[in-house]
């Protein structure tokens, strides 16, 4: 003998549905909630520095300056380099600018950074046709 097919029908919906609702709670979507933004504290610190900029020929001007603060004011003049000491944020990006008589050939300007307790960094820039207008980035 049979099984009538409508309780077959309705014991095999039955045993889905049984099935079915502890699959939805297990793979459904969790309710997600956007990840906390940590605040940061933007200090950037500053680092006594010793800096020296050496070159071939002396230009007949000089500008370094960083963050609209010139550098080069209280520096010491060789003939083949300047000499100064400045307070420099750890990530520094200075505009640079010389000028050399007329018909100086290219000339190079080599920048020598020395933070207190860090590793010296240096970076040379070109001039063309007697000037120089570049900005430098030193990172540390």
Same mark, same amino acid.
């Given at each position: 003998? *049979?099984?009538?097919?409508?309780?077959?029908?309705?014991?095999?919906?039955?045993?889905?549905?049984?099935?079915?609702?502890?699959?939805?709670?297990?793979?459904?979507?969790?309710?997600?909630?956007?990840?906390?933004?940590?605040? #940061?504290?933007?200090?950037?610190?500053?680092?006594?520095?010793?800096? *020296?900029? *050496?070159?071939?020929?002396?230009?007949?001007?000089?500008?370094?300056?960083?963050? /609209?603060? #010139?550098?080069?004011?209280?520096?010491?003049?060789?003939?083949? #380099?300047?000499?100064?000491?400045?307070?420099?944020?750890?990530?520094?990006?200075?505009?640079?600018?010389?000028?050399?008589?007329? /018909?100086?050939?290219?000339?190079?300007?080599?920048? #020598?950074?020395?933070?207190?307790?860090?590793?010296?960094?240096?970076?040379?820039?070109?001039?063309?046709? /007697?000037?120089?207008?570049?900005?430098?980035?030193?990172?540390?």
């Amino acid at each position: 003998m *049979r099984g009538s097919p409508p309780i077959q029908l309705f014991l095999v919906v039955l045993a889905l549905v049984g099935v079915a609702i502890p699959l939805l709670r297990l793979t459904g979507k969790a309710a997600i909630s956007a990840p906390m933004a940590q605040k #940061e504290a933007v200090v950037e610190k500053t680092v006594p520095a010793h800096v *020296r900029v *050496r070159f071939v020929h002396k230009p007949e001007t000089l500008s370094m300056k960083l963050e /609209g603060r #010139e550098l080069v004011e209280k520096a010491v003049w060789g003939e083949q #380099e300047v000499e100064f000491d400045a307070k420099l944020p750890t990530v520094a990006e200075m505009i640079v600018a010389a000028t050399w008589t007329y /018909g100086a050939p290219n000339q190079a300007m080599s920048i #020598e950074i020395s933070p207190d307790g860090k590793d010296m960094h240096e970076k040379t820039v070109w001039s063309s046709s /007697g000037s120089l207008s570049e900005v430098v980035l030193f990172q540390w």
